[in-house]
């Protein structure tokens, strides 16, 4: 029987849109396998807590297999799963009413043909392998293997692909969709131009090879991973991470073979003989959030932190939700508790603070290290010279040493400190007054009541921590010998109050609380030729406690004082070699000399300092890693794991050695590996034609869609790794289908038929991605700044938007100059205060891994291309190029400007409203000049003085308008 109560689970599940004729037969993974998942499997699924009547639909053992099957081919009498799904009882129907998911009618004769056609199971489909089957045969040939699978299915459902759009949709398209930039007038009149039959290959290869290319695809790389230059957690503070990204940008430009990418990325620090490139690409391990909060428990974030990189690992490589596991088997898909933690086991070795930043190390390139080995060999020289001996300094030394018998004289020479404590007290007023120890002490060997004087090797100019609990004292002593008479400064700081005797007289009293530091007390003091008595005594009153002490007023080193005094015949080599460098550090003699060697060392430090810092992974001593029941990082009650992939998905074999981050990687893009070119196949997918193949890009298990095209993602996979790996050949092969260079004309009958375009019978549009809306703006303003790589930078942003942050407060250090006009890829990307822009037009905070955006349509993207400085200044430039580069009738200006933005001409209404707006704006600015200025001081562009500023005013506000056009942020 079945005895379910049904939870509500919130993901809805599409069937595959298009009827089924009535001889067709039903799909078990494109018709089935969804509604027993959405309806199902939240009761009857993989987690044995929640499974009720110890029954699983998610395996044909439970369902078509076995004694106690609910299914029976070819007999709907005794199937019992069916006779429930059509019953009118409350209390046996399922799904239960209480779930309000009940199945439609349609639905139940689904299931109902189904059964009648022999109820065949078949594995998720994203679990079996790939395969590359036969180009099927389409009605109108091709020469491209995707437009044979899209035209097959198009034949099948008695459509017609769109026409090919228009020459300049096509560049437009390709330019957005390759390197995120548009394409110049001259680039589109070029194109249209060009009449040879592969025009628009060039252009396709002359963007794959484009530096820009790597950029369009690492910024939807960097969603993916998470990358941001904040930790995200608590104070959400600063950290270096620029390179990494670099490193991505490089890797698409390099083409670098997928499973290369991979590799380097999740083990790059363990591959052999490890380059700097891989250190880098390691850094993909250290993307995820983490804190420095004081009250933080380390265990609960070493628990966050293998749980992130499950999650996020498995979604970014695998499309697939492990991270639902966390507490319990997977509601829906194999995936076990077990699973989980045996995949966090991989990442156990990486060293990183639970609570703080991980530490970051310097990119010191080829290049770099050269002209370091140059800042070597001229500091060596300098040395050289500094450590040559002549007659003429051997002489000055000599004179030199004579002359500071004197300075010996008035230098102290310090016995090690002897300590004593702890003394306690009711309070810290009875600890500071009491003298627990004699003001003078003779004799170490002589206990105050059960406690000794011990030596302490605490040197001198350093902080040092006292191990004393609250409301206790600790004494100090030592012996200070002078030659003569001395007046010397004492240094001092201490935690809590601080007391000090001199020859047993008290010099220095300061009852205080308060955190050690240098130099918080100082206090002259006249010592006496010979031995000198001196006594410290600190007082902690609460938390911790620590001690200082150095001496000031004194004319050497005590270690160069020592030599001086002894004759020179009894120096020893050592001694004389001590003397001698010291000497060469002060004598005027050599001053140029040290002046020349300072200022290279402070250059070759400046140089150094300079390079990059970037997290990079770390390996170690791997951590224990139990299975937390529920998730409970509390709970050590639960079995310590290995190393392991997904049970269901096989097991790596192992030499008797421990499963590493390498092993990981080398499984997850394996040609076994059914998942991994996959994903990203239909992420790619997704990129070029609006959406992927199977939805949603993150999840392809069983709560996910069927593909649309499943033997066309399957063939896209295998040549995928039959071409090694190499993903601009992919990439190539979308572009130059005849489906990809579709119109995105929507017909009456494809509103009907395919309304979310899942037959691919028509292109679409879509708005750009916030970075390219920006880029856009920039490029036709001729503002923007190409370069590529470096730190991330910070554009214009409002005043008072950071000032929320606290721990520590902060304010958006706003660049100046050409890095103010860098692609929106380098902007600084705060998790908890992304730059509005960015927010407003739908870019992630990339607290976690995002494959897809949302695309909103609100009124403050409006406000953004309207009011932002960036892009007011961007329409200032415009406006100053229109000017210097079209003919002076408005009319030609009109359409210089249209032109330049959209690649087209303005139609007659467009220029009529353009015309409209030049001449109020006009009017107004020649009315009032001075708002002119204003508009034209927006940002740091210098106005052109050789422009009328009323001319070049209105102008701007012409081209703030074409620059607000949704065709002007529209992938065509």
């Known amino acids: 029987?079945?005895?379910?109560?049904?939870?509500?689970?919130?993901?809805?599940?599409?069937?595959?849109?298009?009827?089924?004729?009535?001889?067709?037969?039903?799909?078990?993974?494109?018709?089935?396998?969804?509604?027993?998942?959405?309806?199902?499997?939240?009761?009857?699924?993989?987690?044995?807590?929640?499974?009720?009547?110890?029954?699983?639909?998610?395996?044909?053992?439970?369902?078509?297999?076995?004694?106690?099957?609910?299914?029976?081919?070819?007999?709907?009498?005794?199937?019992?799963?069916?006779?429930?799904?059509?019953?009118?009882?409350?209390?046996?129907?399922?799904?239960?009413?209480?779930t309000n998911k009940p199945l439609s009618e349609s639905e139940k004769d689904l299931l109902k043909k189904w059964i009648e056609q022999g109820a065949a199971w078949e594995t998720h489909w994203a679990y079996l392998p790939p395969v590359k089957v036969n180009l099927p045969e389409a009605k109108t040939p091709s020469t491209n293997p995707i437009d044979a699978f899209i035209q097959a299915k198009l034949d099948a459902n008695q459509l017609v692909a769109s026409n090919q759009a228009n020459r300049v949709t096509l560049i437009r398209r390709l330019y957005f969709d390759l390197i995120g930039l548009p394409p110049t007038t001259a680039q589109v009149d070029a194109f249209l131009s060009d009449d040879s039959e592969n025009a628009y290959a060039k252009v396709v290869e002359d963007l794959l090879n484009s530096p820009h290319f790597g950029e369009r695809m690492a910024t939807y790389w960097l969603d993916v991973v998470r990358y941001a230059d904040s930790n995200g957690y608590h104070s959400d503070e600063a950290r270096k991470i620029a390179p990494y990204r670099d490193y991505v940008i490089q890797s698409f430009n390099d083409n670098m073979p997928y499973d290369q990418f991979v590799i380097e990325q999740l083990a790059g620090d363990l591959l052999p003989e490890a380059g700097l490139q891989q250190q880098v690409a390691s850094g993909f391990n250290m993307l995820l959030q983490t804190t420095s909060e004081g009250g933080a428990q380390a265990k609960e974030y070493i628990a966050k932190y293998a749980a992130d990189r499950v999650r996020n690992t498995s979604q970014i490589f695998l499309g697939s939700t492990v991270g639902c596991a966390e507490c319990h088997n997977h509601k829906f898909d194999p995936f076990t508790q077990h699973d989980f933690y045996s995949f966090a086991a991989f990442f156990a070795d990486i060293q990183q603070p639970a609570v703080g930043n991980p530490p970051t190390y310097p990119v010191v390139t080829s290049e770099d290290q050269e002209l370091i080995h140059q800042f070597d060999l001229e500091l060596s020289s300098l040395r050289k010279q500094l450590e040559a001996t002549t007659p003429e300094l051997e002489e000055a030394q000599s004179q030199w040493e004579a002359s500071l018998k004197e300075a010996a004289a008035r230098t102290p020479k310090f016995s090690p400190w002897f300590q004593i404590g702890p003394f306690t007290a009711d309070n810290f007023d009875q600890l500071h007054a009491k003298e627990f120890v004699a003001a003078s002490v003779s004799n170490y060997d002589q206990p105050e009541g059960e406690l000794k004087w011990t030596e302490n090797n605490l040197a001198d100019g350093k902080v040092h921590a006292l191990p004393l609990g609250n409301l206790a004292a600790t004494y100090l002593h030592r012996r200070v010998n002078l030659e003569k008479a001395t007046n010397l400064t004492l240094s001092l700081g201490s935690d809590d109050s601080i007391t000090v005797w001199v020859n047993g007289e008290k010099v220095h009293d300061n009852k205080v609380s308060r955190a050690p530091a240098a130099d918080q007390d100082k206090v002259k003091v006249e010592f006496r030729a010979g031995e000198n008595d001196l006594l410290v005594k600190v007082c902690n009153n609460q938390s911790g406690a620590g001690f200082f002490f150095n001496v000031g007023s004194s004319d050497l080193p005590s270690n160069i004082a020592s030599i001086i005094e002894t004759e020179p015949e009894s120096r020893t080599v050592p001694h004389k070699n001590e003397l001698a460098a010291y000497y060469r550090k002060v004598t005027p003699l050599l001053q140029p000399q040290r002046k020349k060697l300072a200022q290279k060392e402070a250059e070759k430090k400046s140089f150094v300092d300079s390079r990059p810092r970037t997290m990079m992974t770390r390996t170690g001593k791997p951590r224990e890693v139990r299975l937390l029941n529920r998730g409970d990082w509390l709970d050590e009650s639960g079995p310590v794991v290995q190393p392991a992939i997904p049970e269901f998905m096989g097991k790596l074999e192992t030499t008797g050695n421990r499963l590493n981050r390498l092993d990981l990687a080398r499984w997850i893009i394996d040609r076994n590996n059914p998942l991994t070119a996959r994903t990203l196949v239909n992420r790619f997918w997704k990129l070029f034609y609006g959406q992927g193949l199977a939805t949603p890009l993150d999840d392809l298990g069983r709560q996910g869609s069927v593909p649309t095209h499943p033997e066309l993602l399957d063939w896209l996979s295998v040549e995928l790794m039959d071409h090694d790996w190499d993903m601009k050949h992919i990439i190539r092969l979308m572009l130059m289908s005849d489906t990809y260079r579709q119109a995105t004309d929507v017909s009456d009958e494809l509103k009907r038929v395919d309304p979310y375009n899942q037959l691919y019978a028509r292109q679409v549009r879509f708005r750009l991605d916030?970075?390219?809306?920006?880029?856009?703006?920039?490029?036709?303003?001729?503002?923007?700044?190409?370069?590529?790589?470096?730190?991330?930078?910070?554009?214009?942003?409002?005043?008072?938007?950071?000032?929320?942050?606290?721990?520590?407060?902060?304010?958006?250090?706003?660049?100046?100059?050409?890095?103010?006009?860098?692609?929106?890829?380098?902007?600084?990307?705060?998790?908890?205060?992304?730059?509005?822009?960015?927010?407003?037009?739908?870019?992630?905070?990339?607290?976690?891994?995002?494959?897809?955006?949302?695309?909103?349509?609100?009124?403050?993207?409006?406000?953004?291309?309207?009011?932002?400085?960036?892009?007011?200044?961007?329409?200032?430039?415009?406006?100053?190029?229109?000017?210097?580069?079209?003919?002076?009738?408005?009319?030609?200006?009109?359409?210089?400007?249209?032109?330049?933005?959209?690649?087209?001409?303005?139609?007659?209404?467009?220029?009529?409203?353009?015309?409209?707006?030049?001449?109020?704006?006009?009017?107004?600015?020649?009315?009032?000049?001075?708002?002119?200025?204003?508009?034209?001081?927006?940002?740091?562009?210098?106005?052109?003085?050789?422009?009328?500023?009323?001319?070049?005013?209105?102008?701007?506000?012409?081209?703030?308008?074409?620059?607000?056009l949704n065709e002007t942020i529209t992938r065509p």
């Not at 396998?33 to 807590?49: I, K, M, Q, T, V």
């Not at 019992?80 to 019953?87: A, D, G, K, T, W």
């Not at 390219?772 to 942003?797: C, E, K, M, T, W």
């Not at 030049?918 to 422009?947: C, M, W």
Request: with cysteine.
């Open 770 to 964: 916030a970075e390219f809306v920006r880029d856009n703006a920039l490029a036709v303003s001729g503002l923007l700044v190409r370069d590529i790589g470096g730190r991330s930078v910070h554009p214009y942003q409002p005043a008072g938007y950071w000032s929320h942050m606290n721990f520590p407060a902060r304010k958006w250090p706003s660049d100046q100059g050409e890095n103010l006009h860098r692609r929106g890829l380098y902007t600084w990307w705060q998790r908890m205060f992304l730059h509005p822009a960015m927010v407003a037009f739908d870019a992630p905070s990339r607290e976690e891994c995002t494959v897809e955006r949302p695309r909103s349509n609100i009124p403050q993207q409006a406000l953004v291309l309207l009011n932002d400085p960036t892009f007011v200044e961007a329409a200032h430039g415009l406006a100053e190029r229109t000017l210097q580069s079209a003919e002076p009738e408005t009319a030609r200006r009109i359409d210089w400007i249209w032109k330049e933005v959209l690649s087209r001409l303005p139609e007659k209404t467009e220029a009529e409203v353009l015309t409209k707006v030049y001449e109020r704006h006009r009017t107004q600015y020649e009315a009032d000049p001075e708002s002119a200025k204003q508009l034209l001081n927006v940002g740091t562009l210098p106005v052109n003085e050789s422009l009328d500023t009323v001319e070049l005013a209105a102008w701007t506000s012409v081209a703030r308008i074409v620059l607000n």
């Open 1 to 98: 029987m079945i005895r379910a109560r049904w939870s509500i689970f919130s993901s809805l599940i599409a069937v595959f849109s298009f009827p089924l004729l009535a001889d067709e037969r039903v799909d078990f993974n494109r018709d089935i396998r969804p509604l027993l998942s959405d309806r199902c499997f939240a009761c009857h699924g993989p987690d044995e807590n929640t499974r009720e009547a110890d029954l699983r639909l998610d395996i044909a053992e439970g369902v078509v297999q076995g004694d106690s099957t609910v299914v029976q081919a070819n007999d709907l009498e005794a199937s019992e799963l069916y006779q429930r799904i059509i019953s009118y009882d409350v209390d046996i129907v399922m799904p239960p009413p209480s």
